[in-house]
């Protein structure tokens, strides 16, 4: 029987340190992937971003994240998922999102972190505020809110 031996997922509002959020590699892993999602100082429009800053609806969020490991689980044989996103205001340079992936061998590895880091983009409850030089700020469009709100039972 096919068994996953460990995962966490946090949303966390301290500085993510990789050395620190321990290690996804266990006895059936043969590889090991890490996605650091940082961000970027780009211009957007003529405007330089200083920050992003993440809210969340945190119970949600948790529960999303942890429904999509358990269904990534089911597709790819994974042993161990690691997770922190970031919430609160992030700054240009610093890990927004971190996510560690093991399982025997590295192509299932890669296609489950890739699949983990779409879905947490897309289905989990997280917006993001961009903060720019000029003191202003806009906010990303938002994901499906139906979705959202169904599953939270309201």
């Keep these: ?35 650091l999602g940082i961000v970027r100082g780009d211009a ?10 993440y809210h969340a609806y945190e119970l949600l969020a948790e529960r999303e994240m942890r429904l999509l490991v358990l269904d990534v689980y089911e597709r ?37 972190s890739q699949q983990i880091i779409e879905r947490i983009k897309s289905e989990v409850p997280i917006w993001k505020q961009t903060h720019y030089k000029n003191g202003s700020s806009d906010w990303s469009p938002s994901k499906d809110s139906s979705k959202e709100i169904s599953h939270a039972g309201l």
Aim: a negative charge; proline letters at 6%; one cysteine or more.
């Design 1 to 35: 029987m096919k068994m996953l031996e460990a995962f966490s997922y946090y949303l966390v509002s301290d500085r993510i340190e990789p050395d620190l959020c321990g290690s996804a590699a266990g006895g059936e892993s043969g590889a090991v992937v890490l996605f």
């Design 44 to 53: 957007v429009e003529g405007r330089r971003v200083t920050a992003i800053t």
């Design 76 to 112: 790819w044989p994974i042993t161990n998922v690691v997770i922190r996103h970031r919430i609160g205001p992030v700054p240009v340079g610093e890990i927004a999102l971190y996510v560690q992936v093991a399982a025997p061998h590295r192509a299932e590895a890669y296609h489950a």
